[in-house]
């Protein structure tokens, strides 16, 4: 069994939708939660990062991060075609300073439509 | 954001052949850098820790003759492929950290005939 996993999806939802996005995992010693972006050829990029169980905003993105269920979710409002990426999950039980060894999900390819 | 930078973003090449994918950290010094591997549909592998000035770490599994490693200098990092075959064919990725939060490399597609 993987320690993180992701649905691969694809999921694919019209403009303007709300997209939930998530993760499960079964190491109780992550505490640094991460979701990148990935669009097709491209290397991934940060989106959200949060320690803490509970919700963490950053404009159109929401992180939620459940620890008791070992369960996190990403969503995206108001979703926008520009958004049609693959969005990984990554987690670490060490101090971010070795963020470069955070295990990660799969990915979930998310295609938004006009 | 900070930019890291690879290359090349795509090669091909034949049976038996070294490959050597640089990565740079373009505006910021990085004296560990990381290399991973992703096959189509999956996540990123970790490969190997890329220190600079000294030994890289190479992941449980992953052949340190195989997958050369030098980070000759702060912002640059290589990896060299060597006598490649069909099955090394996938998306290498670098990245580096700075103040915790890593920034990844635009990738190398790497197609071994």
């Known amino acids: 069994q993987k320690e993180v996993e992701q649905d691969p999806g694809p999921l694919s939802v019209p403009e303007g939708a709300i997209v939930s996005l998530n993760c499960t995992y079964s190491?109780?010693?992550?505490?640094?939660f991460m979701w990148y972006r990935q669009y097709s050829r491209k290397g991934p990029e940060l989106l959200m990062y949060?320690?803490?169980?509970g919700n963490k905003e950053d404009g159109r993105f929401t992180a939620q991060v459940d620890k008791s269920s070992k369960y996190i979710s990403l969503f995206i409002r108001d979703s926008q075609p520009s958004d049609s990426a693959t969005y990984l999950c990554?987690?670490?039980?060490?101090?971010?300073?070795?963020?470069?060894?955070?295990?990660f999900g799969d990915g979930t390819t998310l295609t938004v439509k006009p | 954001g900070a930019v890291v930078s690879q290359h090349p973003s795509w090669v091909i090449c034949k049976s038996g052949t070294s490959v050597k994918i640089e990565c740079r950290s373009l505006?910021?010094?990085?004296?560990?850098m990381f290399w991973y591997r992703q096959f189509p549909k999956q996540s990123l592998m970790l490969m190997a820790t890329?220190?600079?000035?000294?030994?890289?770490?190479?992941e449980q599994g992953v052949e340190k003759d195989k997958f050369l490693i030098n980070h000759a200098s702060l912002t640059l990092s290589t990896l060299t492929v060597t006598s490649a075959h069909p099955e090394d064919s996938s998306f290498y990725i670098c990245?580096?950290?700075?103040?915790?939060?890593?920034?990844f490399g635009e990738g190398s597609r790497l197609t071994v005939l």
């Open positions: 990245s580096a950290e700075l103040i915790g939060e890593l920034f």
């Open positions: 190491n109780s010693a992550f505490q640094y």
């Open positions: 949060t320690y803490s169980s």
């Open positions: 990554a987690m670490s039980a060490i101090s971010n300073t070795n963020a470069g060894k955070s295990t």
């Open positions: 505006d910021f010094q990085a004296t560990t």
């Open positions: 890329s220190n600079e000035g000294s030994k890289a770490t190479y």
